[in-house]
């Protein structure tokens, strides 16, 4: 059974940084597609704001991210990084760990087999 677990959310002012970690498990994908979603308070919608290839390292950002945040993966430790930094209010969400089996998509908006329960980010003005 896959389990994903997140780490490192908090409460921060605007312009700072956090670093999230997912912890992960049960799983022996060689190829798996890893990413971070986000929805923010009273939004329906969920966010894909990054997502990455473990196996080679490859990866995409949502433009509303691009330039601010980093995703990252320890493949010996199997854990996911997202380091978010110039934090601004609209980043303001739950952030959810996120797998997709292989052969996965590389895309923000997959469908993803996974999910964490999910890590508070706060940023305020």
């Known amino acids: 059974q896959v389990q994903l677990v997140e780490s490192g959310g908090g409460s921060v002012q605007a312009g700072g940084s956090l670093r999230l970690s997912c912890a992960a498990s049960?799983?022996?994908?060689?190829?798996?597609?890893m990413g971070w979603v986000r929805q923010a308070p009273g939004k329906k919608e969920r966010e894909g704001v990054a997502?990455?290839?473990?196996?080679?390292?490859?990866?995409y950002y949502a433009d509303s991210v691009s330039g601010r945040f980093t995703i990252s993966h320890d493949n010996a430790a199997k854990t996911l990084y997202l380091q978010m930094n110039s934090l601004k209010p609209e980043d303001t969400a739950m952030y959810y760990c996120?797998?997709?089996?292989?052969?996965?998509?590389?895309?923000?908006?997959?469908?993803?087999?996974?999910w964490g329960q999910g890590t508070q980010v706060t940023v305020s003005s």
């Open positions: 997502v990455m290839l473990t196996a080679d390292g490859r990866a």
């Open positions: 996120t797998l997709e089996r292989p052969p996965c998509a590389l895309s923000l908006t997959a469908h993803w087999d996974y």
């Open positions: 049960g799983y022996t994908y060689g190829r798996a597609c």
